[in-house]
């Protein structure tokens, strides 16, 4: 008993001691603990005041840039929504990727210049577009992950089409757009290469699992193809 209490007042002896240097290291320092706090709050009121309005408004000004390419990227003008036009007094994609860096409309600028690569067989400059680009969801995360793997196959590199099919399928296998697409585009891949048994799996994936896809009302034949060369 006498041990637990010897033990309790060591203790209250240790915390006492604490305090002590606690307060004795704020009454040393509380100048410099001053200015460091006054620092850190007139940083948040700059922020708030400044910074924040400055970002936002940036934002508003580089989607504004972005319209025009936009517009004419759904009109599949694929030369004037990338490279812009001086007499129509817009900037493409391509330029609009090294304008407002840091803002949302110069991270998608990098996908639509991607896109607009493809559509103009310039596959080399559309692959470095979709690594570039950072899609903020794993929609477009497995979408752009899919264009790699078509730059790439146009390219004629099958091992990292196939690899970035395989990638895109795995990282949202719930979406029954991208994955049954991407398992399809593997699954092609593979019967190009002679690798047959690989194909039938991604084909079988996709009839099992997803009805619901464009590729489930081709995919019997496709199995088919595959099972032959078995």
Avoid at 117 to 123: A, R, S, W
Avoid at 163 to 184: C, G, I, Q, S, W
């Amino acid at each position: 008993m006498e041990e637990n209490k010897n033990v309790k007042n060591n203790e209250t002896k240790d915390l006492s001691v604490t305090v002590s240097n606690v307060e004795q290291f704020f009454e040393k320092n509380s100048k410099w603990i001053l200015i460091c706090v006054g620092v850190i709050v007139l940083a948040v009121v700059l922020y708030f005041l400044l910074l924040r309005p400055a970002l936002q408004n940036r934002e508003r000004n580089a989607a504004a840039d972005s319209f025009k390419a936009e517009y004419w990227f759904d009109q599949s003008e694929w030369e004037l929504a990338l490279n812009g036009s001086d007499s129509l007094d817009f900037l493409g994609f391509a330029d609009l990727v090294s304008e407002n860096k840091g803002t949302k409309a110069n991270n998608l600028a990098k996908y639509y210049a991607g896109i607009c690569c493809m559509n103009l067989g310039k596959y080399d400059e559309a692959l470095d577009y979709f690594k570039s680009y950072r899609g903020k969801d794993m929609f477009t995360k497995a979408l752009n992950e899919m264009l790699k793997g078509d730059a790439e196959w146009e390219l004629d590199n099958t091992a990292a089409a196939l690899r970035h099919y395989e990638k895109a399928a795995k990282m949202n296998k719930d979406n029954f757009v991208v994955a049954p697409t991407a398992l399809f585009k593997a699954g092609r891949v593979c019967l190009a290469t002679g690798d047959k048994a690989k194909a039938l799996k991604y084909f079988n994936e996709i009839k099992s699992n997803y009805p619901e896809s464009t590729e489930w009302t081709t995919i019997d034949r496709y199995i088919a193809i595959a099972e032959a060369g078995e």
